[in-house]
């Protein structure tokens, strides 16, 4: 079984530009989720989706990120316009939707953005 | 709010060697369960273990084991007998719980702790 792939690997990107991350999860996955670490700090959550369905965005930083999951497949994160601050890892994970089970979220590799 | 504190930024060890790595969380809620994951080299999050609140027992998988005490809030991880390969940057997270018990949502990490594992 394949297990969270991102895309791509690595961007590096002036500052006003646009960028824009994918994630495929395993598949059958209904729950995904973005990430992000800053350098040296920890994993901070970005957003949640359930099928197409934005669960929890609360962890969106402000309106220059735009996440996506048409069809409830693979989903985007683009970032419009970036800045500098906007630099880290971003880190996608996907889950089995469980009632009464145990969920464990599996993770991708992760993208490297750096805005200069 | 949920926060957890890995203390220990980087632990260098020579192989052999047992190294704990300590995690310490904060949580209001009654259940809840904790996560470690490990990060090598090649940079995915590769899951290890979950654990809910409301199993206090200690598990072992193989020259891994996990102390998870409710009373001092502390879940920590010990790896035996070292290896290179175990060098990493190591994630105890933490996520809620609902009614039924099923951990959902997003997960609260700690920083990490980065072991280094000499020959």
């Known amino acids: 079984e394949a297990g969270v792939t991102q895309f791509p690997s690595h961007s590096v990107i002036e500052k006003g530009q646009t960028v824009t991350l994918r994630c495929d999860p395993i598949s059958g996955h209904d729950n995904l989720y973005w990430y992000r670490r800053v350098m040296g700090k920890e994993i901070k959550f970005l957003l949640h989706f359930v099928k197409e369905s934005k669960q929890d965005e609360s962890g969106m930083p402000n309106n220059r990120f735009l996440a996506e999951r048409t069809g409830g497949t693979y989903s985007t994160l683009k970032v419009q316009p970036a800045e500098l601050e906007d630099s880290g890892v971003y880190f996608c994970a996907s889950s089995h939707r469980r009632t009464g089970g145990k969920e464990t979220q599996y993770f991708g590799p992760g993208t490297r953005l750096l805005v200069l | 709010a949920q926060k957890v504190t890995q203390a220990q930024t980087e632990i260098s060890v020579v192989e052999k060697e047992d190294v704990t790595l300590d995690c310490v969380y904060e949580t209001r809620d009654t259940t809840y369960y904790l996560f470690w994951y490990k990060q090598p080299p090649s940079g995915e999050l590769v899951f290890l273990i979950r654990r809910n609140s409301f199993d206090e027992q200690n598990e072992i998988s193989g020259r891994y084991s996990w102390n998870f005490q409710k009373s001092t809030s502390s879940f920590n991880f010990t790896i035996t007998a070292s290896q290179v390969v175990d060098s990493a940057v190591y994630f105890c997270?933490?996520?809620?719980?609902?009614?039924?018990?099923?951990?959902?949502?997003?997960?609260?990490f700690g920083q990490g702790t980065i072991l280094t594992v000499h020959p």
């Open positions: 997270a933490l996520s809620r719980s609902n009614a039924g018990g099923t951990s959902y949502g997003k997960l609260t």
